[in-house]
């Protein structure tokens, strides 16, 4: 499982979490459980895709530092919220399943050619546009990381290329990224709430970190 999340980590730039959650949920973990324990196993996943993607100069930085601090902050709010929402993690599986639906959906449509700046646009507006869709892209995906132990690409991806108009692969590889950072707040939060179960977090780790760069080198060689 923990390979197998690894190489959807690396591949489109999200936790992997639709694979090890349900996979955990099926090994006997409980679905309040499942929720914090994918987190810890998001940020080495992340790290070892970052590496492989940054060799190739596809991360957008400057979009990492206007998406990663209001995604920080949101997921220690997501992560509390999932404390405290009735349901013993059950409604949180239907909201997760329903948000990757979302995602599919819009990645299925087509890819939705990235444009430059338009010269006529003050560049000062611009930047400052850009600074504040990537704040709330960044919140969004954040707080669905926390609430949900997912990474947030599921949410950044699309929204990267559809909002910010990223090309597809600078899509993917800024997300896993900011997947990392979210990741951390997130995986604290929960374990102080008692919401890991590090049996199978690290047991999810050892796979995750060879998977990664497996699932980075798929996405590059592909069109």
């Not at 100069?57 to 998406?67: A, G, I, S």
């Not at 400052?128 to 990537?134: A, E, F, L």
């Not at 890991?196 to 996405?219: H, K, S």
Request: aromatic share 6%; proline share 5%; with cysteine.
């Amino acid at each position: 499982a923990g390979v197998a999340t690894g190489v959807m980590s690396g591949s489109f730039g999200v936790g992997g979490a639709v694979i090890s959650t349900p996979a955990i949920r099926a090994l006997g973990c409980s679905a309040a459980i499942a929720v914090g324990t994918t987190l810890p196993s998001i940020l080495p996943g992340a790290i070892m895709g970052s590496l492989k993607y940054r060799t190739s100069q596809l991360v957008r930085w400057r979009t990492v530092l206007y998406t990663v601090p209001a995604g920080i902050v949101a997921a220690v709010i997501g992560a509390r919220l999932a404390d405290v929402l009735p349901g013993d993690g059950h409604p949180l599986m239907i909201l997760t399943a329903m948000m990757l639906f979302w995602s599919s959906w819009n990645l299925i449509r087509g890819e939705k050619s990235a444009t430059e700046t338009d010269s006529s646009i003050d560049a000062g507006a611009e930047v400052i546009n850009q600074r504040s869709k990537s704040a709330v892209i960044g919140a969004m995906a954040g707080g669905l990381s926390g609430l949900l132990g997912v990474g947030g690409g599921i949410v950044m991806v699309p929204m990267f290329r559809d909002v910010l108009k990223v090309p597809m692969k600078t899509a993917i590889a800024t997300s896993l990224v900011c997947v990392g950072f979210f990741a951390v707040p997130g995986t604290i939060t929960h374990t102080i709430q008692g919401g890991v179960d590090w049996r199978y977090a690290l047991l999810l780790t050892l796979g995750v970190i060879p998977g990664a760069p497996i699932g980075a080198r798929i996405a590059l060689s592909l069109r």
